[in-house]
């Protein structure tokens, strides 16, 4: 690469080096006219010529100034001629050699604008006051205003040797502020703005000086093109991207799952016109504002560009960037999870949509058999079962077994946390995590209901053999399974969802239906979806208590309220149908739910008030390892009060708590840290009567009736 040096009066800031040979001849003519500029500014304000002490003229009345051009214009013309510095400089300016052939950056550009000399110099002089540090306070002396360290039209017009020129080309620099070359002030009637400084963007000067390639690594790094198989309507799409460069900015949406490889299938467009891909830096989701001037780096490349994927997440507008960028000729590749952003943008600048197809089971398989290398095969359980669990688009497993390229004693264990790692749900306050606190062994159930609910867990194991090995994964949607826990309050429905959730190593997220269920119209089912669509990135167990309020039966439509209720319904029956994990839902009313809802479920166990034979087993289960329960009558007490097992739970904790305060007054068995008699238990088992609103009486207590009243005194 061929580095000119300014030196000598062609530059101000030492060792200021121009690597493209176009942009460092306009630059030396910036500094030379710059400085030619100052001399005749002694010469005009204080009647004598530059001291050269390195002092700059000083400010006068800028409008006497302005007012004296005209009448000063021979006599400046003379200066030029006579001043041994003015003729010095004009020599330099003369003695110039302009590059031929040049192919750099600034020759492009002006050639694909055809900008006229005076336009180059327009743009010169905003590229000097990025690259020159050195000339901010010469720009404000040639102004008469230490106010304004700047360039302006007005500048302009001031230094070149013909203003009409200017003037026309001032006109003219429109087309470099729609590229993204320069930013000028304009009046609110679209007049030029004469004093308004010329502004360029960092990297925009950097390309145009040579400094960097405009698709450069160190600017945006090119996407190759990857194996995908467009199929017919993307092929036809790509063909008609491929017949013609774009004029303006054009945007093409890419609407897939969030985490997509969407710079596979925007480098397979891209790469049917010939045209390469940038990618645009993830950190414009932050600051859009950076892309116009992406855009203006990806059009001197002749390129396209990749936007990040969320930069119109959330509602976010950037009609501001629009605005900039909407003469730029490149086109967008836009990445969205959601169709409903595209409605913010100008149908103007929309190409059609392209779909990017959700990877497939076999597809996640066979990406993380290549990255595992040899190490896949004695994983391919493990493999096969993270695949159907984790439904991760390609940059996610590229990353995981990336991570796990180096990592010793791999087995399945790590390969499951890892996917679980990178497949992080994000249901914000619709939903809160759940750690599960108790296994299959801490349920007391009947036999019946014992036996279900091992099915339920079976099932939930089989579903990668079945679905993907016996072929049901077609026919059912690769679909999860829908489970109904019915019950009284307090039968175990929470503790059985906590047991599936542990045994199965899945997340447990209690959905929240005080967020989810809103009054007004459309709220809910956008709610709903938010739910179900961060759940479907991995297998997890979404829990819906009291789901009465959520899936109730569809009503008969009287009124708007009554339809739109029945369209949430319906559309909560569908996702239903297709969410890949495990749905529990659980309610005190079964009665109460839609019968079409009743027909998708996988399972329903009734949870019902246990027997005297479980409630003696919950008793004896609910006593903390370190409380000494040596006298307490167990069967005694799970004969006489008819209390399901979250009720029995409260009376141990509640009775807990009162005998913390009171004497020991034995002493403890080794391990034992308190001590809970019959008087603590009896009194706490009245008072969870009393809270239910049942009746004690005093046959119910049997040979602790005479003393409960002194008791509970």
Not at 292 to 313: I, K, M, N, R, V
Not at 392 to 414: K, N
Request: glycine content about 8%; some cysteine; aromatic content about 6%.
């Amino acid at each position: 690469m061929t580095v000119v040096r300014l030196s000598g009066p062609a530059a101000v800031t030492p060792g200021l080096r121009i690597p493209d040979a176009d942009a460092a001849w306009w630059l030396s003519q910036v500094h030379l006219r710059l400085r030619r500029e100052i001399g005749w500014c002694w010469q005009q304000r204080l009647g004598r010529s530059d001291p050269r002490d390195g002092s700059l003229p000083p400010v006068t009345d800028a409008c006497d100034e302005a007012l004296d051009w005209v009448r000063f214009a021979d006599q400046k013309r003379r200066f030029l001629g006579e001043d041994p510095t003015g003729r010095h400089l004009t020599a330099c300016l003369e003695a110039l050699n302009r590059p031929d052939g040049a192919t750099g950056t600034w020759a492009t550009v002006a050639g694909a604008l055809d900008l006229e000399p005076a336009a180059q110099f327009v743009l010169a002089l905003a590229l000097a006051q990025r690259l020159d540090a050195g000339l901010a306070p010469v720009f404000a002396a040639c102004m008469n205003d230490h106010s304004r360290p700047y360039p302006t039209l007005a500048l302009a017009q001031r230094l070149w040797d013909d203003p009409a020129e200017v003037a026309i080309a001032a006109a003219g620099t429109a087309a470099l502020s729609e590229r993204g070359l320069i930013r000028r002030g304009e009046s609110f009637d679209g007049s030029v703005g004469w004093q308004a400084p010329l502004e360029m963007p960092a990297r925009v000067a950097n390309a145009l000086a040579g400094f960097s390639a405009p698709g450069s690594a160190e600017t945006m790094p090119r996407v190759e093109p990857a194996a995908v198989v467009l199929g017919d309507e993307r092929e036809l799409l790509a063909w008609r991207l491929a017949s013609q460069a774009p004029r303006a900015l054009e945007i093409v949406p890419l609407h897939g799952p969030a985490g997509a490889d969407f710079g596979a299938w925007a480098a397979a467009l891209a790469a049917a016109g010939a045209r390469p891909l940038l990618r645009a830096p993830d950190g414009l989701v932050i600051a859009p504002e950076a892309l116009a001037e992406h855009s203006t780096l990806a059009w001197f490349a002749g390129a396209d560009l990749l936007l990040p994927e969320g930069l119109l997440a959330a509602g976010r507008r950037i009609d501001a960037v629009l605005t900039q960028c909407q003469g730029v000729p490149v086109r967008w590749f836009l990445p969205v999870s959601d169709r409903q952003v595209l409605a913010g943008l100008p149908p103007a600048l929309l190409q059609p949509e392209t779909a990017v197809t959700p990877l497939s089971y076999e597809g996640r398989v066979r990406l993380l058999s290549d990255g595992l290398g040899g190490r896949a095969e004695p994983l391919r359980e493990a493999v096969e079962d993270c695949a159907r669990r984790f439904r991760l688009e390609a940059p996610a497993i590229r990353r995981i077994t990336a991570g796990l390229a180096c990592r010793p004693g791999l087995d399945g264990t790590m390969l499951l946390n890892a996917c679980r790692v990178e497949a992080q749900m994000r249901l914000g306050h619709l939903a809160q995590r759940v750690v599960p606190r108790f296994t299959a062994a801490d349920l007391v159930l009947p036999s019946p209901q014992a036996r279900q609910f091992t099915e339920v867990e079976r099932a939930m194991r089989a579903l990668t053999r079945v679905h993907y090995h016996w072929g049901t994964a077609r026919a059912w949607s690769e679909g999860g399974l829908a489970v109904l826990f019915c019950g009284p309050p307090g039968t175990g429905k929470t503790m059985a969802a906590e047991a599936l959730a542990e045994g199965l190593g899945l997340e447990l997220y209690r959905i929240d239906l005080s967020q989810v269920v809103n009054k007004y119209v459309g709220e809910t089912e956008k709610n709903l979806r938010q739910v179900f669509d961060a759940a479907e990135v991995s297998d997890c167990i979404l829990f819906f208590d009291e789901a009465d309020a959520l899936f109730g039966k569809r009503t008969e439509v009287k009124d708007a309220h009554d339809r739109f209720a029945n369209i949430e319904i319906s559309y909560l029956l569908e996702r239903m149908e297709r969410f890949k994990g495990m749905a529990i839902l659980a309610t005190n009313r079964r009665k109460d739910l839609d019968e079409a809802f009743v027909r998708r479920l996988r399972a329903i166990i009734e949870f019902p008030v246990p027997g005297p034979a479980e409630r003696e087993r919950i008793w004896r289960a609910g006593i903390p390892a370190h409380v000494d329960a040596a006298a307490l009558d167990f069967r005694f007490l799970a004969r006489q009060f008819v209390l399901s097992g979250g009720h029995i739970r409260s009376v141990i904790f509640n009775a807990c708590l009162q005998a913390a305060h009171g004497p020991i007054e034995a002493a403890l068995p080794p391990g034992k840290a308190g001590r809970l008699t019959m008087r603590d238990v009896l009194v706490q088992v009245r008072r969870e009567l009393e809270k239910l609103n049942r009746s004690a009486t005093d046959e119910q207590f049997g040979p602790y009736a005479g003393r409960m009243a002194e008791w509970a005194a």
